[in-house]
Antibody, heavy 121, light 107 residues
Framework: EVQLLESGGGLVQPGGSLRLSCAAP????????MNWVRQAPGKGLEWVSGISGSGATTYYADSVKGRFTISRDNSRNTLYLQMNSLRDEDTAVYYC??????????????WGQGTKVTVSS | DIQMTQSPSSLSASVGDRVTITCRASQGINNYLAWYQQKPGKVPKLLIY???TLQSGVPSRFSGSGSGTDFTLTISSLQPEDVATYYC?????????FGPGTKVDIK
């Protein structure tokens, strides 16, 4: 069964850093683009970042550009999101999500359960 | 960047009603449009991709249409389990922006 398992969330002070992980057993991880999506409390979905299957191409939302870094380790079937210079407004549940089709950025067919990040002093 | 809007922001309908949600892109995105359902406290679920292709396992009462800038999600006969917030998303190019969502509940 295809599943995504996020970890690494928690409470961090403004200006701090956190690294999220998303383990992806059950499918040919390297063949699929992956994404991070977040949802602030009571708010809608916000796409954060995406990375191609090889890792060669990355994209970021303007709200996180220069502060967050997406990466992947295809040998470990794991996706990462390094978050630096965290702000109150980064408080959210962070989901990793898999692209539907191989070798392309596409709709997100599989989502993890999410990991909660709280930025507060 | 292309902006995504949805209307209405919320609606209340009776069981069995036909429900239509509209999504509009500020520029043309061909058919690179997906719809997601998020039930309260749950993870988003892909319903439709390529504007009109039903994801495997999704009930046939859900359908999508449109191309370019204007898209619709239709629930042909609203069921109690359809209470959720529905989001559209563009994926023709980054950023892969979501619409603000439409909250659907039962009257």
């Amino acid at each position: 069964e295809v599943q995504l398992l996020e970890s690494g969330g928690g409470l961090v002070q403004p200006g701090g850093s956190l690294r999220l992980s998303c383990a992806a057993p059950g499918f040919t991880f390297s063949g699929y683009a992956m994404n991070w999506v977040r949802q602030a409390p009571g708010k809608g979905l916000e796409w954060v970042s995406g990375i191609s299957g090889s890792g060669a191409t990355t994209y970021y939302a303007d709200s996180v550009k220069g502060r967050f870094t997406i990466s992947r380790d295809n040998s470990r079937n794991t996706l990462y999101l390094q978050m630096n210079s965290l702000r109150d407004e980064d408080t959210a549940v962070y989901y990793c999500a898999k692209s539907l089709l191989r070798y392309s950025f596409d709709a997100f067919d599989i989502w993890g359960q999410g990991t909660k990040v709280t930025v507060s002093s | 960047d292309i902006q995504m809007t949805q209307s209405p922001s919320s609606l209340s309908a009776s069981v069995g009603d036909r429900v239509t949600i509209t999504c509009r892109a500020s520029q043309g995105i061909n058919n690179y449009l997906a719809w997601y359902q998020q039930k309260p406290g749950k993870v988003p679920k892909l319903l439709i991709y390529s504007a009109s292709t039903l994801q495997s396992g999704v009930p046939s009462r859900f359908s999508g249409s449109g191309s370019g800038t204007d898209f619709t999600l239709t629930i042909s006969s609203l069921q109690p389990e359809d209470v959720a917030t529905y989001y559209c998303q563009k994926y023709n190019s980054a950023p892969f922006t979501f619409g603000p969502g439409t909250k659907v509940d039962i009257k």
